[in-house]
């Protein structure tokens, strides 16, 4: 078997250049799991700087990378922020209903309880952008 080391591979044009790095962590253009409970932080990410705690359960995302605009795509899912089996949590990307906070710089998530919409602060949560 032979081994190919580069720097970095690059498209027939020239363009879309990724590096051995980037390759190997996948495609997204930032992911991470998150702490959102006691110490709010990063856990794992890539392409996310750090977690700017803004009040319960609403969180400020930061890029390591800006990005050159706000069309990128979100995902997300939260882990329960209580002991119920009820299955009810889920994540709101951009942070508010009327206002949602998507910037080149960072997103803002807020981890709510579905059946009542209040702010919840799981263990765990994760995002993923795409672009």
Avoid at 18 to 39: M, P, Y
Avoid at 70 to 91: E, F, L, Q, V
Avoid at 105 to 113: A, E, P, Q
């Amino acid at each position: 078997m032979s081994t190919l080391k580069v720097n970095a591979i690059q498209d027939a044009a020239g363009a879309n250049q990724s590096t051995a790095a980037e390759i190997n962590v996948g495609r997204a253009k930032a992911w991470g799991t998150f702490k959102g409970s006691g110490t709010p932080g990063v856990i794992l990410a890539h392409n996310f700087s750090s977690l700017t705690d803004i009040s319960q359960g609403k969180y400020r995302l930061n890029f390591t990378t800006a990005f050159a605009d706000t069309n990128y795509c979100c995902a997300g899912n939260s882990g329960k922020g209580d002991t119920n089996d009820d299955g009810n949590a889920h994540i709101q990307i951009g942070g508010t209903n009327s206002a949602p906070t998507l910037l080149t710089t960072s997103v803002t998530v807020r981890t709510k309880v579905s059946s009542n919409i209040n702010n919840q602060e799981p263990d765990k949560f994760h995002v993923m952008i795409h672009r």
